[in-house]
């Protein structure tokens, strides 16, 4: 079954280190996008991406970093690390053309100490 | 003020009981509307979509727009306690647009 899947799951770090989140779909979609979810936010969008070489800013996206190599991976890198980016991160990815149906990885915990 | 606002609850209500969960958004090009489950510690998922205004019902599930007075609603019948979870409302303008998510509700459903 095609699927997408994020590691690692759960994440300790401390301030100031690069952190790189992976996320990997086997839907063969060209739509990919981060998100991160706190409590009181819902869901912000990080960066997106609408293809290989593509990748564009969200609402919230200082701080972190994607590339888009192929089809099926969209790494997401925090520079150096926060407090502030304390939170649990979603993959999602979506068929073109099929707007706000997305389908989302099961999450990365991260904690930045 | 929020694009979208949602009472993050959390809602308890008894086994069988008639939910209502409900959003409300300020921006009138929103012509996509969006309904997501989301468990504990999981990925949230798609549940109901609709576009424009109007009813659209599947199972227990009936979503409901109502455009004029920027107001969306996911109604549950005969609740059950696998139906506790966080539901997410959220809408777009359409392709190539943002998709606009709301807090969450959490809902609580009792045996």
């Known amino acids: 079954d095609a699927e997408i899947t994020q590691s690692p799951r759960h994440k300790i770090t401390e301030t100031g280190r690069q952190v790189t989140l992976a996320c990997h779909q086997t839907w063969n979609h060209n739509n990919m996008f981060w998100y991160r979810q706190d409590l009181g936010h819902g869901l912000r969008l990080i960066h997106y991406s609408y293809g290989v070489q593509d990748t564009n800013k969200g609402e919230v996206s200082d701080g972190y970093s994607v590339s888009r190599s192929n089809t099926e991976d969209l790494p997401l890198t925090l520079e150096s690390a926060a407090s502030s980016q304390t939170s649990v991160y979603f993959c999602a990815s979506s068929l073109e053309g099929r707007t706000g149906e997305l389908f989302f990885g099961e999450g990365s915990r991260l904690t930045v100490l | 003020q929020k694009e979208v606002e949602q009472d993050p609850g959390p809602l308890s209500v008894p086994e069988g009981a008639i939910v209502s969960l409900n959003c409300t958004y300020s921006?009138?090009?929103?012509?996509?509307f969006m309904w997501y489950r989301q468990y504990s510690r999981k990925g949230p998922e798609l549940l109901m979509y609709t576009y424009s205004s109007g009813n659209k019902e599947d199972g227990r599930f009936t979503a409901q727009v109502d455009k004029s007075s920027k107001y969306i609603s996911l109604f549950i019948r005969d609740s059950q306690p696998s139906d506790s979870a966080t539901y997410l409302c959220a809408m777009t303008a359409g392709y190539g647009n943002k998709l606009v998510f709301g807090a969450g509700t959490i809902l609580r459903v009792k045996s």
């Open positions: 921006n009138s090009a929103f012509q996509y």
